[in-house]
């Protein structure tokens, strides 16, 4: 069983900037593909942005692209979510998941392909 641990979250202004944080515990984290959702209040869990098992290739979704950075470090356990730029609608909590094993270089998107799950860590932008 993998163990997710996020951190990174806080409270910003509009425009400003974040690094999220999520360490894992177990030793598959190397061989699965990461993600990161968010979900606002009242609203359902949408994907943000993954990244392949291997770091080769990353999906974002389309209201954070050219915003957001994923990245990992499989030395480290950890994936980390730059948010750049960020809008009060980015307000949400995030949540870091490890996804099902699939082939090296695929990003699943939805979360029925993610099957560990982090507590969450709370991010709100104001105007």
């Known amino acids: 069983q993998v163990q997710l641990v996020e951190s990174g979250g806080g409270s910003v202004q509009a425009g400003g900037s974040l690094r999220l944080s999520c360490v894992a515990s177990?030793?598959?984290?190397?061989?699965?593909?990461m993600g990161w959702f968010r979900q606002a209040p009242g609203q359902e869990r949408e994907f943000v942005a993954g990244?392949?098992?291997?770091?080769?290739?990353?999906y974002y979704a389309d209201s954070v692209k050219g915003r957001f950075t994923i990245s990992r470090d499989n030395a480290e356990n950890t994936v980390y979510l730059q948010l750049n730029s960020l809008k009060p609608e980015d307000t949400a909590d995030y949540y870091c998941?490890?996804?099902?094993?699939?082939?090296?270089?695929?990003?699943?998107?939805?979360?029925?392909?993610?099957?560990?799950w982090g507590q969450g860590t709370q991010v709100t932008v104001s105007s």
């Open positions: 990244m392949s098992r291997n770091g080769s290739t990353t």
């Open positions: 177990g030793r598959t984290f190397s061989s699965v593909p």
């Open positions: 998941a490890t996804a099902l094993n699939y082939g090296s270089g695929y990003v699943p998107s939805l979360q029925y392909q993610y099957r560990n």
